[in-house]
């Protein structure tokens, strides 16, 4: 179940994002005037079409990207250059259809031979015309601007200059490349405020909790004593650290001097549940974010119970821990004083990339010495939000109430932060040397960390997939030519030069960056299968 639930995900996402992008360039070449051939969802042959107008819309067999065929977009040879005789469909003296395969008996319509042809215009003179040898003589007959070239296996409609992206301004050609991107960005800020509507916001002047977005694989250590979501906190006890909560904020203070104390022992909770009272123990997780560990207290340390590789991968020097190990020391520090461990962990700095920490951990019964090296750029984006480095909890989250202004908010924000995330990816793939290409995901990848976030509700999904969808609008305007920032690259160059660029250079480079895209995809693709051996 899990795996169908990931695949109809992963295309739910995907697809989604994909036909918006898409979407994007057909609306504003559709306001252009452009032709637009198909409209297709996936890649692959076509297992459904319907034509719509001048539209074929189709579903392709290959639920991994679509296309959105405008007219102009790339250089189109002209069909009737190494020919010389072509049926045609001719109504009411105006020619409907050319059909270039004249060796196929099935195709009734009559063969001519045609000496001269128009069914371009690009001199705009209005005129679409091809010239025939019938009976003897030459006969002119007007095109439909809508005529269809069949091919063996294909059909393509005309497309008069005047009805291609060339034949635009620069304006209108730009905002069908921008469009695609536009799209992303604004499914983003949509599917954001959707995901604020649906989960809502904080309520900090309650104690009531919830578990929402919990992945029920890990459940939070309140979750496995037994609390749920609408349970409310009426009491909080360890020894003489005593609290009756009346809003969040009693509840956090609690926990800091929880924390500050160096408290290992369970934490006694009472609860209201549907009026009923009730009680429960928790023994709290202490998270290590800057070695992304976390553990549980136990009579001889800290027991590691998780260590998060997906987002270490590559980035930081951790295999020398497992989970199961018992951290009893940090930097000569004993696990016996707690709040000096805590701040030998914090005030470490990792500034330095080769710096590590040394540890002890109890393995197998045996006492190891080992070394760490945490993530600096995770030990500083804590610090400079504000936020501690280690952390100790209950796993338990505020109730959440619906509020408009700040769903609206929130989706302007997120929107941001996901643009803000990305540019930093970049930023380390550039500068931190052990950050490389094998960072990024593909199709594979994706559908993992989708497969994940299934469990957590579609609350999380409607988060990957606005930051997904930022990701795919910032990737399509990069400077390379098969992308739409490519495009205008070429735009800009003919509105600097007043020159179009030449149309086979320019398709001959978006084939050459295609294919080298394709390529860099199959590699990151096959890191990602590697990875999940």
């Not at 590691?304 to 590789?309: A, F, N, P, R, W």
């Not at 009893?328 to 461990?341: F, K, Q, R």
């Not at 930022?470 to 030519?481: D, E």
């Not at 495009?487 to 960056?513: C, D, S």
Request: glycine fraction near 10%; aromatic fraction near 10%.
């Amino acid at each position: 179940m899990d795996v169908i639930l990931t695949i109809l995900a992963f295309v739910f996402v995907l697809g989604l994002i994909i036909a918006v992008h898409e979407g994007g360039h057909f609306l504003f070449a559709k306001r252009a005037k452009i032709l637009v051939r198909e409209f297709a969802f996936g890649m692959g042959p076509q297992i459904l079409k319907k034509k719509k107008g001048e539209t074929v819309y189709s579903l392709r067999a290959f639920p991994i990207g679509g296309f959105c065929a405008i007219a102009g977009e790339e250089y189109e040879a002209d069909p009737f250059t190494k020919i010389s005789r072509v049926k045609l469909h001719i109504e009411n003296g105006i020619i409907k259809g050319f059909y270039l395969d004249v060796e196929n008996d099935e195709i009734k319509y009559p063969e001519y031979e045609f000496t001269e042809y128009d069914i371009y215009d690009k001199e705009k003179t209005g005129n679409l015309y091809m010239d025939v040898v019938d009976n003897g003589n030459v006969v002119r007959y007007p095109v439909d601007p809508q005529a269809v070239i069949y091919y063996r296996k294909m059909e393509m409609q005309i497309a008069p200059y005047e009805r291609t992206l060339g034949a635009k301004t620069k304006g209108q050609r730009a905002m069908v490349m921008v469009g695609g991107p536009l799209m992303n960005f604004l499914l983003a800020v949509i599917v954001f405020f959707i995901a604020g509507l649906i989960q809502g916001f904080p309520n900090y002047d309650a104690t009531k909790i919830s578990f929402a977005g919990m992945d029920e694989e890990k459940p939070t250590p309140a979750y496995v004593a037994g609390l749920r979501s609408g349970d409310v906190i009426i009491e909080l006890r360890c020894g003489d650290l005593f609290v009756e909560p009346q809003n969040w904020s009693e509840i956090s203070a609690f926990m800091d001097e929880y924390t500050q104390m160096g408290e290992t022992r369970p934490i006694e909770v009472k609860y209201l549940r549907a009026g009923v009272e009730e009680t429960a123990t928790i023994n709290p997780t202490v998270m290590m974010y800057n070695i992304y560990v976390s553990g549980k207290f136990t009579a001889q340390g800290i027991e590691i119970v998780d260590l998060d590789e997906r987002d270490t991968k590559g980035m930081a020097d951790i295999e020398a821990l497992a989970v199961g190990d018992v951290i009893t020391e940090i930097n000569g520090v004993s696990y016996l004083s707690l709040p000096a461990m805590y701040r030998e962990l914090t005030e470490f700095s990792g500034i330095d990339p080769n710096e590590k920490i040394t540890m002890k951990v109890i393995r197998g019964g045996e006492i190891k010495e080992i070394q760490v090296r945490p993530l600096s750029k995770a030990i500083m984006e804590r610090i400079a939000a504000g936020e501690p480095i280690v952390d100790v909890n209950m796993g338990i989250n505020p109730s959440y109430k619906f509020n408009l202004v700040k769903s609206l908010a929130y989706s302007g924000k997120q929107t941001v932060r996901s643009v803000t995330a990305i540019y930093d990816s970049f930023y380390l793939l550039f500068k931190d040397k052990s950050v490389t290409v094998k960072a990024f995901s593909g199709p594979v990848g994706i559908a993992v960390i989708i497969g994940s976030v299934v469990r957590q509700g579609f609350v999380s999904i409607l988060v990957l997939m606005g930051l997904l969808s930022v990701n795919v609008g910032l990737f399509n305007l990069l400077p390379i030519p098969a992308l739409d920032g490519g495009r205008l690259v070429f735009l800009g160059y003919e509105a600097i030069t007043g020159k179009k660029p030449n149309q086979k250079v320019e398709t001959a480079l978006i084939t050459i960056t295609m294919l080298l895209l394709i390529g860099f995809m199959i590699f990151v693709t096959f890191n990602d299968i590697i990875g999940q051996f």
